[in-house]
């Protein structure tokens, strides 16, 4: 019998949807015509955060017990599926970046 817990991983799949949709009607109403990349790429970032804790809470037993350092690195970490042990890391942008426009 698997540990698998389908109650975080919902939530976090629910989410994301969420977002997806969201983001396909910003791009169908030309939002990112005004904005530019950096909009459109905080948009994927926080669908990728949904997906990526999807993977990440599979086991766990309830919703959002993970302390914030947690939830960064699992948000951030890409699953590795096939080959290497280490994960690949989506860097976050920091403040600066953010606040200047730049990625």
């Not at 919902?10 to 005004?34: P, T, Y």
């Not at 599979?58 to 590795?80: A, C, H």
């Amino acid at each position: 019998m698997s540990d698998f817990n389908k109650t975080p991983v919902l939530f976090e799949l629910k989410e994301a949807r969420l977002h997806l949709d969201e983001l396909i009607s910003n791009v169908e109403g030309g939002e990112f015509d005004q904005h530019g990349d950096f909009a459109f790429l905080i948009g994927l970032q926080h669908i990728y955060e949904h997906l990526n804790m999807s993977w990440h809470t599979k086991f766990n037993k309830e919703i959002g017990v993970e302390s914030q350092q947690e939830y960064e690195t699992l948000s951030s970490t890409f699953p590795n599926f096939f080959s290497s042990p280490e994960p690949f890391v989506i860097e976050k942008l920091d403040s600066e970046n953010e606040e200047m426009g730049e990625t």
